[in-house]
């Protein structure tokens, strides 16, 4: 978990108001924050992919490459919703 606070450390944005008012749940406020914005991404992912592929000239290793990109941010999402859980 000490990970995750030292990525979100070095944000560029600053918090919303809700994550930066959390008190003694900041930790987990700031998982619900980076999991919020691993799903825009993995959403942006889906877009893209979908895009890629639907074009008639689709570029193959983009294509394969956007998945694994999709597939890595899912994998991190899981492991981030096991850590809210457990």
Known sequence: MSQIKTRLAGRQRPLAPAVRACGANQEEALMNARLISLRARHGAL????RSEAA??????????????SKLATRDEIARLEAGLTA
């Open 55 to 68: 074009r008639l000239s689709a570029d193959n290793l983009k294509v394969s490459a956007l998945k694994r």
């Open 46 to 49: 889906d877009r893209e992919v």
